[in-house]
């Protein structure tokens, strides 16, 4: 079965220090992935998502970037956080373009 | 560009009583989905309806597509406080080949024993 992780599950970060969230997708192959970013209280807002090994569009300009260095894994990253960044990061995965998301246990980060 | 609105945003009830969640959406689209979140926690699936007049269920909740009239509906019967949760509609964009996934702002349900 497949399955998708994604971690640190917390993390409490400065103003200014740079970002590195990870998720890996296991027992399927060629996923399309997805990150998501969730203010507190808010709804969902999708940032990247990805169809293949290096493909990645963005949906909202902001000073977070993705990469896909491997089928199974997308990275979220950023040089330097800003207060705004704040928030709850959601990654999931879906076996082709036509059908609904799994998504990972989020990440929940404070930027202080 | 698609839109998805779900009501009421925010749902108070008491125990034992049914209400509806709705969710209407812009343009056509024949793949919605309904998602429920924990307070802290991620989004879990719960139905998937694929076609016009599809109709699931599963224990106090049921949900519903009608296409035509872009709306979908999750009834609650007979709430319990362990549905207290947020619940999202969302909805396959197929537009310009870009076959993403648009999220409702989520209904907040509080069951009030």
């Known amino acids: 079965s497949q399955t998708i992780h994604q971690w640190p599950a917390t993390l409490v970060q400065p103003v200014g220090s740079p970002l590195s969230l990870e998720c890996t997708v296991e027992?399927?192959?060629?996923?399309?992935l997805y990150w998501y970013r969730q203010a507190a209280g808010r709804g969902l807002q999708l940032l990247f998502y990805?169809?293949?090994?290096?493909?990645i569009s963005s949906e909202v300009p902001q000073n977070l970037s993705a990469s896909r260095p491997q089928d199974r894994q997308f990275i979220l990253s950023s040089k330097k956080l800003l207060l705004s960044d704040s928030g709850f990061y959601l990654c999931?995965?879906?076996?082709?373009?036509?059908?609904?998301?799994?998504f990972g246990s989020g990440t929940r980060l404070t930027v202080v | 560009e698609l839109k998805v609105e779900q009501n009421p945003l925010f749902l108070s009830m008491q125990e034992g009583k049914n209400y509806t969640i709705y969710c209407n959406y812009s343009?056509?689209?024949?793949?919605l989905y309904w998602y429920r979140q924990d307070p802290g926690k991620s989004l879990e699936s719960l139905f998937v309806?694929?076609?016009?007049?599809a109709v699931k269920q599963e224990g106090r909740l049921m949900a519903s597509l009608d296409t035509k009239a872009r709306l979908s509906t999750l009834h609650i019967t007979a709430a319990v406080h362990d549905l207290s949760a947020t619940y999202f509609c969302?909805?396959?964009?197929?537009?310009?080949?870009?076959?993403?996934?648009?999220f409702g702002k989520g209904t907040k349900l509080s069951v009030i024993p």
């Open positions: 990805s169809v293949g090994i290096g493909q």
């Open positions: 999931a995965w879906s076996p082709t373009r036509n059908y609904g998301y799994t």
């Open positions: 027992g399927t192959s060629n996923p399309n």
């Open positions: 343009t056509t689209s024949d793949r």
């Open positions: 309806l694929l076609s016009n007049g």
């Open positions: 969302a909805v396959l964009d197929s537009g310009a080949g870009s076959y993403q996934l648009t």
